[in-house]
């Protein structure tokens, strides 16, 4: 069992290595491509694995801002939001006359056809007359 023990960890370490290469970023690997990362593991098993851990648990340290202390923690930065324009804001290219606006035409002419629909419904229907009917027909 103690001689299966040492080879079982360096086994490991070699599956860890190549995994983490794989999920890593690509600016982990300190300039070398992840491709080549996996190579060197593989060729040089022990050397490569060592190494790979070395330089990406150093870059990711650098990389990583450091942790604040103290309270307030400091201050909020800002909101990174893209610019937005807000339906009530005012458009400067826009023109002010109402009737060049197509959404005020379009809501113009809906309400003209809910009033044409609510006083045709108010109406009383009068019978059709046959002579009427034979002449839309």
Known sequence: MLRV???LAYLALVVYALV??????EEDGGGIQKGFWILIILLLPFAGSVAWIVVSRRTRADR????????????????????????????????????????MRWLVEQARL????EQA????????????QSAAS
Not at 86 to 92: A, F
């Open 5 to 7: 023990l040492p080879m």
């Open 20 to 25: 983490d290469v794989v999920q890593s970023d």
């Open 64 to 103: 990583r801002p450091a942790p604040r202390t103290g309270y307030p923690a400091g201050p909020v930065p800002p909101a990174q939001y893209p610019g937005r324009r807000r339906t009530w804001e005012v458009d400067e290219t826009a023109s002010a006359d109402p009737d060049d606006d197509p959404e």
């Open 114 to 117: 809910k009033r044409e629909r």
């Open 121 to 132: 419904a108010q109406e009383p229907a009068r019978p059709v007359s046959d002579d009427e």
